[in-house]
Protein backbone atom coordinates (compact mmCIF):
# COMPACT_ATOMS: atom_id res chain seq x y z
CA UNK A 1 0.00 0.00 0.00
CA UNK A 2 2.61 2.39 0.85
CA UNK A 3 4.19 2.44 -3.00
CA UNK A 4 1.11 3.01 -4.89
CA UNK A 5 0.61 6.38 -1.95
CA UNK A 6 4.04 7.04 -2.57
CA UNK A 7 3.49 7.12 -6.30
CA UNK A 8 0.37 8.94 -6.39
CA UNK A 9 1.99 12.10 -3.92
CA UNK A 10 5.20 12.06 -6.30
CA UNK A 11 3.08 12.39 -9.22
CA UNK A 12 0.44 15.12 -7.78
CA UNK A 13 4.28 17.09 -7.26
CA UNK A 14 5.30 16.80 -10.98
CA UNK A 15 1.52 17.89 -11.75
CA UNK A 16 1.63 20.96 -9.41
CA UNK A 17 5.54 21.69 -10.15
CA UNK A 18 4.92 21.79 -14.54
CA UNK A 19 2.84 24.78 -15.74
CA UNK A 20 1.40 23.01 -18.68
CA UNK A 21 0.46 19.97 -16.18
CA UNK A 22 -1.34 21.63 -13.71
CA UNK A 23 -3.00 23.72 -16.40
CA UNK A 24 -4.65 21.04 -18.22
CA UNK A 25 -5.06 18.43 -15.43
CA UNK A 26 -6.42 20.55 -12.67
CA UNK A 27 -9.26 22.48 -12.80
CA UNK A 28 -8.06 26.01 -11.37
CA UNK A 29 -4.64 26.99 -11.41
CA UNK A 30 -2.51 29.87 -11.50
CA UNK A 31 -3.74 32.30 -10.41
CA UNK A 32 -2.67 36.02 -10.68
CA UNK A 33 -4.27 39.40 -9.24
CA UNK A 34 -4.81 41.85 -12.03
CA UNK A 35 -4.33 45.53 -11.56
CA UNK A 36 -7.92 46.33 -12.02
CA UNK A 37 -10.85 46.57 -14.18
CA UNK A 38 -9.25 47.46 -17.52
CA UNK A 39 -6.40 44.56 -17.10
CA UNK A 40 -9.45 42.34 -16.52
CA UNK A 41 -11.07 43.62 -19.94
CA UNK A 42 -8.05 42.79 -22.03
CA UNK A 43 -7.64 39.47 -20.68
CA UNK A 44 -11.53 38.65 -21.42
CA UNK A 45 -11.10 40.33 -25.13
CA UNK A 46 -8.09 38.22 -26.21
CA UNK A 47 -8.75 34.67 -24.40
CA UNK A 48 -11.55 32.62 -25.96
CA UNK A 49 -11.53 31.04 -22.33
CA UNK A 50 -15.46 29.86 -22.18
CA UNK A 51 -15.96 29.80 -25.81
CA UNK A 52 -13.91 26.52 -27.01
CA UNK A 53 -15.22 23.03 -27.58
CA UNK A 54 -12.05 22.05 -25.49
CA UNK A 55 -12.56 24.21 -22.21
CA UNK A 56 -16.66 22.90 -22.29
CA UNK A 57 -15.23 19.26 -22.41
CA UNK A 58 -13.36 19.19 -19.54
CA UNK A 59 -16.17 21.29 -17.63
CA UNK A 60 -18.62 18.88 -18.27
CA UNK A 61 -15.92 15.83 -17.68
CA UNK A 62 -15.18 17.45 -14.34
CA UNK A 63 -19.22 17.95 -13.50
CA UNK A 64 -19.95 14.40 -14.42
CA UNK A 65 -17.89 12.70 -11.26
CA UNK A 66 -19.68 15.34 -9.67
CA UNK A 67 -23.45 14.27 -10.70
CA UNK A 68 -22.64 10.53 -10.45
CA UNK A 69 -22.21 11.33 -7.04
CA UNK A 70 -25.11 12.98 -6.52
CA UNK A 71 -27.17 10.14 -8.33
CA UNK A 72 -25.72 7.92 -5.18
CA UNK A 73 -27.06 10.45 -2.83
CA UNK A 74 -23.93 12.00 -1.63
CA UNK A 75 -24.70 15.85 -3.11
CA UNK A 76 -21.47 18.03 -3.21
CA UNK A 77 -22.40 21.32 -0.71
CA UNK A 78 -22.80 23.37 -3.63
CA UNK A 79 -25.00 21.85 -5.25
CA UNK A 80 -27.55 20.90 -2.12
CA UNK A 81 -27.23 24.86 -1.18
CA UNK A 82 -28.52 25.45 -4.86
CA UNK A 83 -31.39 23.24 -4.04
CA UNK A 84 -32.23 24.56 -0.96
CA UNK A 85 -32.16 28.36 -2.10
CA UNK A 86 -34.67 27.78 -4.43
CA UNK A 87 -36.87 25.89 -1.98
CA UNK A 88 -36.83 28.32 0.42
CA UNK A 89 -38.95 30.30 -2.21
CA UNK A 90 -41.56 28.58 -1.42
CA UNK A 91 -42.36 28.57 -4.98
CA UNK A 92 -43.76 24.94 -6.58
CA UNK A 93 -41.90 24.33 -10.19
CA UNK A 94 -41.24 27.73 -10.90
CA UNK A 95 -40.09 29.35 -13.70
CA UNK A 96 -36.41 29.90 -13.52
CA UNK A 97 -33.48 31.29 -15.73
CA UNK A 98 -30.04 30.00 -14.95
CA UNK A 99 -27.79 32.62 -16.39
CA UNK A 100 -24.44 31.12 -17.46
CA UNK A 101 -25.52 27.49 -17.97
CA UNK A 102 -22.45 26.30 -18.58
CA UNK A 103 -23.16 22.51 -20.02
CA UNK A 104 -26.91 22.70 -18.84
CA UNK A 105 -25.58 20.23 -15.39
CA UNK A 106 -28.19 22.32 -12.95
CA UNK A 107 -30.99 21.34 -14.73
CA UNK A 108 -30.16 17.98 -13.74
CA UNK A 109 -29.23 18.99 -9.81
CA UNK A 110 -32.96 20.78 -9.72
CA UNK A 111 -34.45 17.89 -10.99
CA UNK A 112 -33.01 15.49 -8.57
CA UNK A 113 -32.87 17.69 -5.29
CA UNK A 114 -35.89 19.41 -5.81
CA UNK A 115 -39.68 17.92 -5.20
CA UNK A 116 -41.40 18.85 -8.33
CA UNK A 117 -38.67 20.32 -10.03
CA UNK A 118 -38.49 23.49 -11.89
CA UNK A 119 -39.37 25.23 -15.26
CA UNK A 120 -36.08 25.56 -16.58
CA UNK A 121 -34.20 27.88 -19.13
CA UNK A 122 -30.69 28.30 -19.62
CA UNK A 123 -28.75 30.97 -21.14
CA UNK A 124 -24.91 31.55 -21.56
CA UNK A 125 -23.20 33.53 -23.80
CA UNK A 126 -20.51 31.11 -25.37
CA UNK A 127 -22.35 28.91 -28.18
CA UNK A 128 -19.94 26.13 -27.36
CA UNK A 129 -21.95 25.73 -24.19
CA UNK A 130 -25.04 25.96 -25.30
CA UNK A 131 -24.42 23.16 -28.21
CA UNK A 132 -23.40 21.16 -25.12
CA UNK A 133 -26.16 21.65 -23.47
CA UNK A 134 -28.74 21.25 -25.73
CA UNK A 135 -26.83 17.99 -26.55
CA UNK A 136 -27.05 16.95 -23.09
CA UNK A 137 -30.52 17.82 -22.34
CA UNK A 138 -32.54 17.89 -25.34
CA UNK A 139 -35.84 18.48 -23.53
CA UNK A 140 -34.62 21.76 -21.86
CA UNK A 141 -34.63 25.41 -23.46
CA UNK A 142 -31.26 26.92 -24.00
CA UNK A 143 -30.38 29.85 -25.37
CA UNK A 144 -27.00 31.86 -26.58
CA UNK A 145 -27.42 35.03 -24.92
CA UNK A 146 -25.47 37.61 -22.94
CA UNK A 147 -26.62 38.31 -18.94
CA UNK A 148 -25.68 41.93 -19.72
CA UNK A 149 -28.37 42.34 -22.32
CA UNK A 150 -30.98 39.94 -21.72
CA UNK A 151 -33.53 39.26 -24.63
CA UNK A 152 -36.63 38.10 -21.78
CA UNK A 153 -39.09 40.68 -21.21
CA UNK A 154 -39.31 42.16 -17.55
CA UNK A 155 -40.54 40.17 -14.65
CA UNK A 156 -40.17 36.85 -17.24
CA UNK A 157 -39.25 34.19 -14.93
CA UNK A 158 -40.64 33.51 -11.01
CA UNK A 159 -36.87 33.12 -10.11
CA UNK A 160 -33.64 34.10 -11.90
CA UNK A 161 -30.41 32.07 -11.21
CA UNK A 162 -27.10 33.10 -11.15
CA UNK A 163 -24.83 29.72 -10.80
CA UNK A 164 -21.37 30.71 -10.56
CA UNK A 165 -21.19 32.78 -13.22
CA UNK A 166 -21.07 36.20 -12.01
CA UNK A 167 -17.56 36.15 -10.74
CA UNK A 168 -16.23 35.67 -14.77
CA UNK A 169 -18.87 38.89 -15.73
CA UNK A 170 -16.85 42.12 -16.28
CA UNK A 171 -19.73 43.94 -16.19
CA UNK A 172 -20.98 42.33 -13.21
CA UNK A 173 -23.13 45.37 -12.33
CA UNK A 174 -25.01 45.22 -15.91
CA UNK A 175 -25.83 41.39 -14.91
CA UNK A 176 -27.15 42.23 -11.69
CA UNK A 177 -29.57 44.70 -12.77
CA UNK A 178 -30.62 43.16 -15.43
CA UNK A 179 -31.47 39.72 -13.48
CA UNK A 180 -33.22 42.24 -10.92
CA UNK A 181 -35.26 43.26 -14.32
CA UNK A 182 -36.37 39.96 -15.18
CA UNK A 183 -37.08 38.27 -12.42
CA UNK A 184 -40.73 38.63 -11.34
CA UNK A 185 -40.13 37.45 -7.83
CA UNK A 186 -36.69 36.10 -6.68
CA UNK A 187 -32.99 36.39 -7.84
CA UNK A 188 -30.23 33.69 -6.34
CA UNK A 189 -26.83 34.37 -6.51
CA UNK A 190 -24.93 31.13 -6.27
CA UNK A 191 -21.45 30.35 -4.86
CA UNK A 192 -20.32 33.95 -5.40
CA UNK A 193 -16.65 34.21 -3.95
CA UNK A 194 -16.26 37.63 -1.65
CA UNK A 195 -14.06 39.04 0.78
CA UNK A 196 -15.85 40.04 4.02
CA UNK A 197 -13.47 43.48 4.49
CA UNK A 198 -11.58 43.68 1.23
CA UNK A 199 -12.20 45.54 -2.44
CA UNK A 200 -13.56 43.15 -5.09
CA UNK A 201 -10.38 42.03 -6.94
CA UNK A 202 -10.08 40.66 -10.07
CA UNK A 203 -7.64 38.07 -11.05
CA UNK A 204 -6.18 35.65 -13.90
CA UNK A 205 -6.40 31.76 -13.65
CA UNK A 206 -6.07 28.60 -16.00
CA UNK A 207 -9.44 27.18 -15.86
CA UNK A 208 -9.46 24.07 -17.76
CA UNK A 209 -7.05 24.93 -19.60
CA UNK A 210 -7.80 28.43 -20.56
CA UNK A 211 -6.72 31.53 -19.14
CA UNK A 212 -10.15 33.65 -17.48
CA UNK A 213 -11.13 36.19 -15.35
CA UNK A 214 -12.21 35.56 -12.16
CA UNK A 215 -13.94 38.23 -9.61
CA UNK A 216 -13.25 37.86 -5.96
CA UNK A 217 -16.13 40.61 -5.09
CA UNK A 218 -15.67 43.06 -1.98
CA UNK A 219 -19.02 41.97 0.16
CA UNK A 220 -20.52 45.79 0.93
CA UNK A 221 -19.71 46.30 -2.73
CA UNK A 222 -21.92 43.37 -4.00
CA UNK A 223 -24.62 44.28 -1.33
CA UNK A 224 -24.53 47.84 -2.39
CA UNK A 225 -25.63 46.75 -6.09
CA UNK A 226 -28.15 44.42 -5.60
CA UNK A 227 -30.25 46.89 -3.45
CA UNK A 228 -30.00 49.70 -6.34
CA UNK A 229 -31.33 47.16 -8.29
CA UNK A 230 -33.91 46.96 -5.91
CA UNK A 231 -33.13 43.59 -4.54
CA UNK A 232 -33.90 42.76 -1.15
CA UNK A 233 -31.57 40.09 0.56
CA UNK A 234 -33.70 37.06 2.32
CA UNK A 235 -30.99 34.77 3.16
CA UNK A 236 -27.49 33.84 3.23
CA UNK A 237 -26.15 30.54 3.15
CA UNK A 238 -22.02 29.13 3.37
CA UNK A 239 -21.23 27.20 0.24
CA UNK A 240 -18.03 25.75 -0.68
CA UNK A 241 -14.71 26.54 0.74
CA UNK A 242 -12.42 28.90 -1.63
CA UNK A 243 -9.42 31.32 0.27
CA UNK A 244 -7.53 33.47 -2.35
CA UNK A 245 -5.18 34.32 0.50
CA UNK A 246 -2.19 33.00 -0.73
CA UNK A 247 -2.69 35.28 -3.87
CA UNK A 248 -4.38 38.40 -2.64
CA UNK A 249 -3.47 38.31 1.47
CA UNK A 250 -7.06 38.70 2.13
CA UNK A 251 -9.51 35.34 3.73
CA UNK A 252 -12.21 34.86 1.20
CA UNK A 253 -14.88 32.45 1.11
CA UNK A 254 -18.09 31.77 -0.94
CA UNK A 255 -21.71 32.72 -0.16
CA UNK A 256 -25.20 32.04 -2.15
CA UNK A 257 -28.02 34.57 -1.91
CA UNK A 258 -31.50 34.68 -2.26
CA UNK A 259 -33.00 38.15 -2.63
CA UNK A 260 -36.59 38.98 -3.33
CA UNK A 261 -38.22 41.74 -5.61
CA UNK A 262 -40.03 44.43 -3.43
CA UNK A 263 -43.96 43.44 -2.19
CA UNK A 264 -43.09 39.43 -2.23
Given at each position: ?A?PR??????????????????HI???T???????????K????S??GW??A?????Q??????????????????????????V?????T????LE??CG??????????L?D?G?S???????????A??RA????RA??????????????????V?????L???I??????????????????L??V?V????????????????P?????F?????MT?????G????????????????E????S??????????G?
Amino acid sequence: MALPRLIRQVGKRIVKATPILRRHILTSTDYQVLSGVEEAKRLSTSSRGWLTARTVARQERAYQGLIAAMKRGEPRLDFTVAAAAVAATGITNPGLLEVGCGSGYYSEVFDDLLDGGVSYTGIDYSQAMIARARARYPSRAFEVADATRMPHPDAAFDIVFNGVSLMHIIDYAAAISEAARVAARHCILHTVPVFESHQTTYLRKYAYGAPVVEIVFGKRELMTLCERSGLRLAKTWACIPYDVFDETGHHSTTETYLFSRPGI
